[in-house]
């Protein structure tokens, strides 16, 4: 049985368990400390202070935290097929703990791999939500509403370019935008609220490229990436970011509204240290066969930690997974073949664009898209979806 058929039959067999599972231990933890390391402090700037506690004291996002705290034992039957994924002792070793981070990201690695041992958390655009036109989310229709929830990294967050003329795309159909930052409702416009960066978004593209088509009345994008980001970040058991997902996905469910589909882009972070041998931190690495499947197994696991994490907070939407690892080198196949494999049908999650396919002169800075380069995003996208519902799955 070759890695891809037995990662998806370990995969099936994990999501069998999933549904009938549930404890009483803490899967998130207390956020009590905030330790920022060295080149990490870089991303601090960019950020308001670490802050300890929950990221919000609204009922429904505790409520939610709560009810990830009842359920550990899918989580825990996760890491115990991953880790005997294989029989190395060097790959097991690697597995543990952060050992793998510490090998593969220098000085940033506590900060990465660290879970509650500090958190940067992306301000709210205030001068971006002066410019926007807002409006009752009830007001908006729900009839062939399709309501998008956008998460991951940079190049699905307000990274895109201007036009020539520094001009920002912005939509010819009236659709919405949700910020997680207040819980309230938007008309959609770029930069869209509720993610990081002041440039374009895919996704705003992405519902004029719905609405053109007919596979939508109207949209609504509740955006949650954050630019630079690891996977690891957003792993529902110590990840920094998770509970940003619960913050955003509690607000929709408070305004009445629920994610026809998760489009997640991550990857180029992951990527970096196979694809230039270094860490951010310039840390020079000699990335071993071993180092590259320890790699391999430890982004699977946080694939499936964060599907069994949205799980688990109820969310039943399909999840599109990019395949995304170009930034600034090449295309790095460590990454690409774990994307590959976390596509399965029995666990809702499907494959979306293959975003290495957008060359680096459609990439304004080598890693972020120009303007026609986020044209193409956006049809990928848009391409996926409805390759999605006109195979049969019930459409918004």
């Given at each position: 049985m070759n890695l891809r058929v037995s990662i998806v039959v370990?995969?099936?067999?994990?999501?069998?368990?999933?549904?009938?599972?549930?404890?009483?231990?803490?899967?998130?933890?207390?956020?009590?400390?905030?330790?920022?390391?060295?080149?990490?402090?870089?991303?601090?700037?960019?950020?308001?202070?670490?802050?300890?506690?929950?990221?919000?004291?609204?009922?429904?996002?505790?409520?939610?935290?709560?009810?990830?705290?009842?359920?550990?034992?899918?989580?825990?039957?996760?890491?115990?097929?991953?880790?005997?994924?294989?029989?190395?002792?060097?790959?097991?070793?690697?597995?543990q703990g952060r050992n793998l981070a510490l090998a593969l990201y220098g000085s940033d690695a506590d900060f990465i791999a660290g879970g509650n041992a500090s958190r940067c958390l992306m301000g709210d655009s205030e001068a971006a939500r002066a410019r926007a036109t807002p409006i009752a989310c009830d007001a908006i229709p729900r009839e062939g509403l399709v309501v998008l929830l956008t998460a991951g990294q940079s190049n699905i967050s307000n990274t895109g370019a201007p036009d020539q003329s520094g001009r920002l795309y912005q939509p010819h159909n009236r659709f919405y935008n949700f910020d997680r930052f207040d819980g309230r409702c938007y008309v959609a416009r770029n930069p869209l609220l509720g993610t990081t960066g002041d440039g374009e978004n895919v996704a705003t593209r992405l519902g004029d490229e719905l609405i053109d088509r007919g596979l939508a009345k109207t949209v609504l994008i509740a955006p949650a990436a954050i630019g630079g980001t690891y996977l690891e970040e957003w792993?529902?058991?110590?990840?920094?970011?998770?509970?940003?997902?619960?913050?955003?996905?509690?607000?929709?469910?408070?305004?009445?509204?629920?994610?026809?589909?998760?489009?997640?882009?991550?990857?180029?972070?992951?990527?970096?240290?196979?694809s230039t041998n270094g860490a951010e931190d310039g840390t020079h690495l000699q990335v071993t066969p071993k180092m590259k499947e320890a790699g391999r197994l430890s982004y699977l696991r946080n694939y499936l930690e964060i599907v069994a994490g949205l799980?688990?907070?109820?969310?039943?939407?399909?999840?599109?997974?990019?395949?995304?690892?170009?930034?600034?080198?090449?295309?790095?196949?460590?990454?690409?073949?774990a994307q590959a494999v976390v596509p399965n049908p029995a666990l809702g999650v499907h494959p979306g664009p293959d975003t290495d396919q957008i060359g680096l002169t459609l990439r304004h800075d080598g890693c972020h898209m120009s303007r026609a380069g986020t044209e193409l995003h956006a049809r990928m996208w848009a391409d996926r979806l409805a390759e999605f519902w006109k195979s049969g799955a019930r459409r918004p």
């Open positions: 370990l995969v099936a067999a994990w999501f069998a368990s999933f549904a009938a599972t549930a404890g009483a231990a803490e899967v998130l933890p207390a956020r009590d400390v905030c330790q920022p390391t060295t080149s990490a402090r870089s991303r601090d700037g960019n950020c308001v202070p670490c802050a300890v506690g929950p990221i919000s004291t609204r009922p429904g996002f505790l409520a939610l935290l709560e009810q990830m705290r009842t359920r550990r034992a899918a989580f825990a039957d996760i890491d115990r097929r991953i880790d005997g994924a294989s029989s190395d002792p060097e790959v097991q070793s690697l597995l792993r529902a058991r110590g990840g920094k970011y998770f509970e940003v997902l619960l913050a955003t996905i509690a607000g929709l469910r408070e305004a009445g509204l629920e994610p026809s589909a998760v489009l997640w882009h991550q990857g180029e972070s992951n990527a970096f240290a196979f799980r688990a907070a109820d969310v039943t939407a399909p999840i599109f997974v990019a395949t995304a690892t170009l930034c600034g080198s090449v295309p790095d196949e460590i990454i690409r073949s």
